[in-house]
T-cell receptor, first 112, second 112 residues
Framework: DADVTQTPRNRITKTGKRIMLECSQT?????MYWYRQDPGLGLRLIYY???????NKGEISDGYSVSRQAQAKFSLSLESAIPNQTALYFC???????????FGAGSRLTVL | QKEVEQNSGPLSVPEGAIASLNCTYS??????FFWYRQYSGKSPELIMF????GDKEDGRFTAQLNKASQYVSLLIRDSQPSDSATYLC????????????FGKGTKLSVKP
């Protein structure tokens, strides 16, 4: 099994719908992250969490919310999806003693 | 000036040649530097990281860091078609709580 698992891997939805992307990890890492990737724009940080009680906004948090349900689980929600949220979303984890990020396989979201 | 800059490419090299990928960063206090490889539609995977000025070698890969010039590079010796991917430079900027700032990536194509 993958160290960082994202579900769903692909999702097509309509404008205005609520969407949740889920991430779970088996690495025992404290820190979890959500990034989005758009062609030509690289990886941009949406939210990050250093532990269950610590949630922080990244550079592009507007329109998104997150929940850290447990050390191993970090979900990203789009309360009312819009077409410009169409992107590839990555969850990543990191141990507190290192800077190395481990990424999940990605969730491709299309908002029509 | 963008925090982490890379030429988007594509950079095309013949098989067996040296590929040179470059990255500049704006914060002089940045502390650690990472190179990730990303195949199309896949998640980024760490190639190597470097903290100190100079060169760091790992197999066919060499990372070079020059903090005075705020420049980090990745050399790939004996390039193979399987090296064809997008290479992301990431920087741990001072005061970023350990969060990495990613460049937009350079697309490398190795021609047989």
């Amino acid at each position: 099994d993958a160290d960082v698992t994202q579900t769903p891997r692909n999702r097509i939805t309509k404008t205005g719908k609520r969407i949740m992307l889920e991430c779970s990890q088996t690495k025992g890492h404290d820190r979890m992250y959500w990034y989005r990737q758009d062609p030509g724009l690289g990886l941009r940080l949406i939210y990050y969490s250093f532990d269950v009680k610590d949630i922080n906004k990244g550079e592009i948090s507007d329109g998104y919310s997150v929940s850290r349900q447990a050390q191993a689980k970090f979900s990203l929600s789009l309360e009312s999806a819009i077409p410009n949220q169409t992107a590839l979303y990555f969850c990543a984890t990191r141990g507190s003693g290192a800077n190395v990020l481990t990424f999940g396989a990605g969730s491709r979201l299309t908002v029509l | 000036q963008k925090e982490v800059e890379q030429n988007s490419g594509p950079l095309s090299v013949p098989e067996g040649a040296i590929a040179s990928l470059n990255c500049t960063y704006s914060d002089r206090g940045s502390q650690s530097f990472f190179w990730y490889r990303q195949y199309s539609g896949k998640s980024p995977e760490l190639i190597m990281f470097i903290y100190s000025n100079g060169d760091k070698e790992d197999g066919r890969f060499t990372a070079q860091l020059n903090k005075a010039s705020q420049y980090v590079s990745l050399l790939i010796r004996d390039s193979q078609p399987s090296d064809s991917a997008t290479y992301l430079c990431a920087v741990n900027r001072r005061g970023s709580q350990g969060n990495l700032i990613f460049g937009k990536g350079t697309k490398l194509s190795v021609k047989p």
